[in-house]
T-cell receptor, first 116, second 107 residues
Framework: DAGVIQSPRHEVTEMGQEVTLRCKPI?????LFWYRQTMMRGLELLIY????????DSGMPEDRFSAKMPNASFSTLKIQPSEPRDSAVYFC??????????????FGNGTRLTVT | GIQVEQSPPDLILQEGANSTLRCNFS?????LQWFHQNPWGQLINLFY???GTKQNGRLSATTVATERYSLLYISSSQTTDSGVYFC?????????FGAGTRLAVHP
């Protein structure tokens, strides 16, 4: 299996622009998570999906952030408009089944976003 | 919410040394995992261990759920063990990450 695939690996954009991050989970995994990592706040859970349905988006910082999962093999995280404080590494992760049944979380390689 | 404390925050070892990393948590959980973030930023799952002991090569982990702590043991450390080790735990699906232990192994 190719693992969780994220694109792009790096994104540099100007403040005010729209940014779209993409993720392909591991085939067969029915849970998908978006995390953000910064030096100040560490790893934060933004939102997670189960069977393509958003379950908990309480970590999404504000309305400028939105996430979708149109099918089992694709998810996007969109920031519109972007701001310099959104600069971070964004990780997508997936797991199979309920986490109580030995379902380790697998991360993609992340997207490093820089907003100037 | 769940509080996760990892110690020590930083650790420097000579190659070949052993070490123990600790994760304390505030509430009972049914999902605890250890991760290694290598110097290139990749997050690798090491253990899924809500209770008991598991071993994988030079690494092993023990979770004592009743006392709300987990330990990660690294034996005969190698330079490739360098990076940040995270403990993550929570309810069924919502994992909360600790601040991590930054490990540097010198040759």
């Amino acid at each position: 299996d190719a693992g969780v695939i994220q694109s792009p690996r790096h994104e540099v954009t100007e403040m005010g622009q729209e940014v779209t991050l993409r993720c392909k989970p591991i085939s067969g995994h029915d849970y998908l998570f978006w995390y953000r990592q910064t030096m100040m706040r560490g790893l934060e859970l933004l939102i997670y999906f189960n069977n393509n349905v958003p379950i908990d988006d309480s970590g999404m910082p504000e309305d400028r952030f939105s996430a979708k999962m149109p099918n089992a093999s694709f998810s996007t995280l969109k920031i519109q408009p972007s701001e310099p404080r959104d600069s971070a590494v964004y990780f997508c992760a997936s797991s199979s089944g309920a986490a109580s049944y030995n379902s380790p979380l697998h991360f993609g390689n992340g997207t490093r976003l820089t907003v100037t | 919410g769940i509080q996760v404390e990892q110690s020590p925050p930083d650790l420097i070892l000579q190659e070949g040394a052993n070490s123990t990393l600790r994760c304390n948590f505030s509430d009972s959980v049914n999902n605890l995992q250890w991760f290694h973030q290598n110097p290139w930023g990749q997050l690798i799952n090491l253990f899924y261990i809500p209770s008991g002991t598991k071993q994988n090569g030079r690494l092993s982990a023990t979770t004592v759920a009743t006392e709300r702590y987990s330990l990660l043991y690294i034996s005969s450390s190698q330079t490739t063990d360098s990076g940040v080790y995270f403990c993550a735990l929570g309810g069924y699906n919502k994992l909360i990450f600790g601040a991590g232990t930054r490990l540097a192994v010198h040759p």
